[in-house]
């Protein structure tokens, strides 16, 4: 047989970003994509970076190793009025532009509606015609785990500032699941100030998150747990706690003590993959050996739906019992509420999701997450920039709190980065400081500057980000696609267009956005525009939508919103 | 009852573009967009203008009457460093930006595509919170009917070029349909040279088009139809024949005759409305009294879709006779072919869809429907540009046919307009020339430079624009994103992104480009970059689905394309 071999696929490689002040590139701007591009694909950062696979299943950096070589070589003559189009992780063309338009501009992924699904996606990408780009793994802005750390840390600070004027010291978290995702709860309830308690059905999860430190340590039962919870918020410790067991048997047991005058959690959430009940949840009375063998024995599927579903129903129930008790208690998007309304649960949408709840009111303010990476390949530059924020944000204590954990907690991957939510009327402040830093040489080398997709005017994705919003708009993608437009008018260094990132193919719609601060003059204009126009864009969207602190915001910042002043 | 009124309907409402040399915004940029929405609702241009409907269907220019109000009144506040921003018709944010950068960013209708249907639409339409921006109708630049017999005339003579060498002098043409689009067939074969003989059951659209005289005569029957069409052949001219009757019961009989000896068509084509077995496809057999009287009658539909379905492949019979005998035929986007498909005409496909046969062609040239319209509403401004244009392209003699018929034969609809398919290395020689006509004070007002969406790389519509792809890439719409975003970055005046154009919701994705040519050299260099860079971006897109003629052009204009190069 005469195979072809994948140019997907390539052993050989082994890819990190250049380090150090070294232009391979004609200019910083384009450097800065040069350097992107291969620390998406560092080992330190990538899943599978010897497949080009970036993160989030097969989100890529680029369409296969001939268009990722094609894709350096011309930025490395790409000039300073020129412009790089990536279609799909593929280098299509250069076009002659001006220096304060994006040096690239990138669209991947994007189906006309009626034929975005992953069947025809899959028809396209087997053929070489296609690429998935996730978020920020086509877009060449991925930083690895300490986003979604950071995405949970700011949802419990968040919660605490609803619920808890903004102190979560004594407080604990009850929850469950230490996968993927899950696994970053504990740190996160830590940073946050809080104490976790957190559910895990597999002994080998929750070793793992004991040896990298997310986890403090295991109780050896229910009574250990609260024994211990009941210490560690009594002295206001952030100590994270692990029990073995199932969710949906533990959760009513704790219920039950908390209605007798036991110990009551502050928030009840859930990480468990109840999204997929095949793969996701371990049904009560199941072994993990056997949960196991049913996954893997398509016979036994339809009776281990059943069973995780009967399960899911059991938890909701419990988590609906904390709710009643006045507990503040939220779904984290894994879809367990449908699962237990689908069993009969009828109020099992009584408790919010956690994007309505706590994320809203940051986009509402234009915060999220804002990230960037020294180019320079040295820590010392991050940590100045920590500095930086703290100096130009002196009352934001959560956020110094969160700068000084992350550096302690928490070990770059690839370039060295930092992310931390910031708002409108922030983020250029950041931008412009560390550009300032750039000139006067304080920092080695210049600094990128990003965010996920999954940001407050960027996005639509109904099933997650805009879900639920104000005036049922949560479908509309006019949003993103203007905010890609304007981050271009702006002149951003490089700016994308994706479908399908996050909820994959047909459920969402998401711009990306980075800019370089090389010390510039030019580059202090850029950054003063873009970024504030793009959280200023989002809050506009939720301004649009009707909600009043996104109104605030926007008149606060002083943004010209027609027809709000209309 | 208390019934707020429809926002949208004000029939006290008559919109027409300021003319002149005088500025009602700061600057000519502004003051092109402040007048081009006025012109989409000249009572001259639009379908329904109190309603803001431009064309289309329910193609609107504004959301409602207050953001028509507020957009006006942005647009004269609007500085040269400042963009505005329109999401579906409503005027939602201005943002700095800088004078290189579009001064309006549009999105319109855009939907994340599990929920790009009519039905969510409608939902989010009729509560004021969307638009539907059709193609030119929500981004400022529809011209009216003149688009359509170019669109047409560029067919005719693209397949006058590969068939019969570039000249359709004693040849004829034989359609059917005179309806709303189809009534520029006679027109379009005229100006392309050709006579015609167009079929058409109902003698009141007959007698519209000879009374606008786009139909030169009518004759009395089919003996009296070819008679005029030896005659006229034989002579050379290119005279438009109507004939009263049925297309199905028509064309076996020029079948027989042609097969028998008699006259036998050089193109043979059909805009009958079979695409809606109801209201559009007269059954072979029946009067048009039937017809309508069964159209409105629920009880008798399934009766007349099964009659006209089977007219249909009688009609795609003949079709299949003529193309078995040489005769170049087209299906001309009407679905025809299925239809007859559908009851058992197995070839119904051996005759191609006009797109892949003879608009591709251009598209892979980089030609499309470009545009322009005099500011100044004097129609001696359009004239000058016309002999500009003639003495740019010396050698395009089709060109400079369809400029002079069209003078002579088509009336202006608000402000003066020309379209004329240009490609790759034509459309920026027009507009820089136009610049400097505006500069040395030759015309009297800048002109403003646009396109329809359907474009050579605008445009994502697997079913009319992107059907039958060369390497099956009919519904990626990375590419029109990518034109978008192009656009902004070279410094197009207004960019904007569309959904469901043509072909409606969930179909099709695509976008616009207008460019101001004020006479100044910021103008210049602008044009010189965008006007290269929009069809440039198309040659590309075809480029890269394996197009020769589309490589070729790419080589001859220095196109740089990365994969290509390597
Ligand atoms: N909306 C968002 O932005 C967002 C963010 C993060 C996670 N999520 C959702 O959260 C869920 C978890 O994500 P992940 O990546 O960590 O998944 P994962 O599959 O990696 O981890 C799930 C964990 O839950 C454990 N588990 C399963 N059933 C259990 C039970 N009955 N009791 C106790 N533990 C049980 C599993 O052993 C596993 O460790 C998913 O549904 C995901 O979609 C959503
Ligand atoms: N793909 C494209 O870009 C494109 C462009 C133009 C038109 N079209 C298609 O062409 C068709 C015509 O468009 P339109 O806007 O002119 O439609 P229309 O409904 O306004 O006109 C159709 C005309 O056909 C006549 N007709 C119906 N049945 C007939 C018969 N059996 N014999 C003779 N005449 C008959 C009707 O009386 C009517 O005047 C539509 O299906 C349209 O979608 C496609």
């Known amino acids: 047989m005469n195979r072809s071999p994948d140019p997907r696929i390539d052993p050989s490689r082994v890819v990190r970003a250049p380090r150090g002040t070294e232009l391979h590139?004609?200019?910083?701007?384009?450097?800065?994509?040069?350097?992107?591009?291969?620390?998406?694909?560092?080992?330190?950062?990538?899943?599978?970076?010897?497949?080009?696979?970036?993160?989030?299943?097969?989100?890529?950096?680029?369409?296969?190793?001939?268009?990722?070589?094609?894709?350096?070589a011309t930025l490395r003559e790409l000039n300073e009025d020129e412009s790089l189009l990536i279609q799909s992780g593929k280098p299509v063309g250069v076009f002659k532009t001006h220096p304060n338009a994006p040096r690239v501009l990138i669209a991947n992924s994007n189906l006309v509606p009626k034929w975005a699904t992953w069947e025809h996606f899959n028809e396209l990408d087997r053929k070489g015609l296609f690429m998935y780009g996730q978020m920020t793994a086509g877009s060449w802005i991925y930083i690895g785990s300490q986003g979604i750390v950071q995405g949970t840390f700011e949802t419990f600070v968040e919660?605490?500032?609803?619920?808890?004027?903004?102190?979560?010291?004594?407080?604990?978290?009850?929850?469950?699941?230490?996968?993927?995702?899950?696994?970053?709860?504990?740190?996160?309830?830590?940073?946050?100030?809080?104490?976790?308690?957190?559910?895990?059905?597999?002994?080998?999860?929750?070793?793992?998150r004991l040896r990298t430190r997310y986890v403090d340590k295991q109780a050896r039962d229910i009574d250990h747990a609260l024994e211990l919870i009941r210490e560690h918020t009594a002295k206001k410790e952030a100590v994270s706690i692990a029990l073995l067991g199932n969710a949906a048997e533990i959760l009513p047991e704790l219920v039950k003590r908390a209605q007798a005058g036991g110990p009551r959690p502050d928030i009840v959430t859930d990480q468990t993959s109840a999204h997929d009940l095949i793969h996701g949840y371990l049904p009560m009375g199941w072994t993990v050996a056997q949960w196991k063998a049913a996954q893997q024995d398509p016979s036994q599927h339809a009776a281990l739906k059943e069973a995780a579903a009967k399960s899911c129903a059991v938890h909701v129930q419990a988590m609906l019992d904390f709710h009643a008790m006045g507990v503040p208690t939220v779904d984290y998007g894994n879809n367990i509420r449908?699962?237990?309304?689908?069993?009969?649960?009828?109020?099992?949408?009584d408790f919010p999701g956690f994007v309505p709840a706590y994320i809203r009111p940051l986009f509402c303010e234009g915060k999220g997450p804002f990230r960037w990476v020294a180019l320079s390949g040295d820590p010392e530059d991050i940590y100045k920039t920590d500095a930086k924020i703290k100096e130009l944000f002196p009352d934001n204590h959560h956020t110094h709190r969160w700068l000084d954990m992350a550096r302690e907690r928490i070990?770059?991957?690839?370039?060295?980065?930092?992310?931390?939510?910031?708002?409108?009327?922030?983020?250029?402040?950041?931008?412009?400081?560390?550009?300032?830093?750039?000139?006067?040489?304080?920092?080695?080398?210049?600094i990128v500057i990003g965010r996920d997709h999954l940001d407050?005017?960027?996005?639509?994705?109904?099933?997650?980000?805009?879900?639920?919003?104000?005036?049922?708009?949560?479908?509309?993608?006019?949003?993103?696609?203007?905010?890609?437009?304007?981050?271009?008018?702006?002149?951003?260094?490089?700016?994308?267009?994706?479908?399908g990132g996050g909820v994959g193919m047909g459920y969402s719609q998401h711009a990306g956005m980075v800019i370089v601060a090389d010390g510039t003059d030019a580059a202090a204009e850029r950054l003063a525009r873009v970024l504030v126009n793009d959280c200023g864009s989002g809050v506009m969207r939720h301004a649009d939508a009707g909600y009043e602190l996104a109104i605030e915001t926007a008149k606060k910042q002083g943004l010209h919103l027609p027809m709000l002043r209309a």
């Not at 619920?163 to 899950?182: E, K, N, P, Q, V």
């Not at 504990?186 to 104490?195: I, M, N, S, W």
């Not at 960027?458 to 696609?481: F, Y």
């Open 411 to 446: 070990a770059f991957q690839g370039l060295p980065a930092r992310i931390c939510w910031l708002g409108l009327g922030e983020r250029h402040r950041a931008g412009l400081a560390f550009n300032e830093m750039v000139r006067k040489g304080e920092l080695k080398a210049p």
């Open 159 to 208: 919660a605490g500032r609803q619920h808890y004027g903004g102190d979560l010291s004594g407080r604990w978290i009850l929850t469950a699941g230490l996968g993927g995702m899950g696994g970053a709860q504990p740190l996160a309830a830590t940073l946050a100030g809080a104490c976790s308690l957190n559910i895990e059905c597999q002994q080998s999860s929750i070793d793992f």
């Open 456 to 499: 407050t005017g960027s996005v639509a994705s109904p099933n997650r980000e805009t879900e639920g919003m104000k005036d049922g708009t949560d479908a509309v993608s006019d949003w993103p696609l203007l905010n890609a437009l304007l981050n271009t008018a702006g002149g951003a260094t490089w700016v994308s267009l994706h479908h």
């Open 25 to 72: 590139c004609k200019n910083w701007l384009t450097e800065a994509a040069y350097r992107m591009i291969q620390n998406n694909l560092d080992p330190d950062v990538a899943e599978n970076p010897q497949a080009l696979v970036v993160y989030g299943g097969i989100g890529r950096a680029a369409r296969d190793w001939a268009c990722f070589d094609q894709i350096l």
């Open 338 to 349: 449908q699962v237990a309304f689908d069993q009969g649960v009828k109020n099992a949408f």
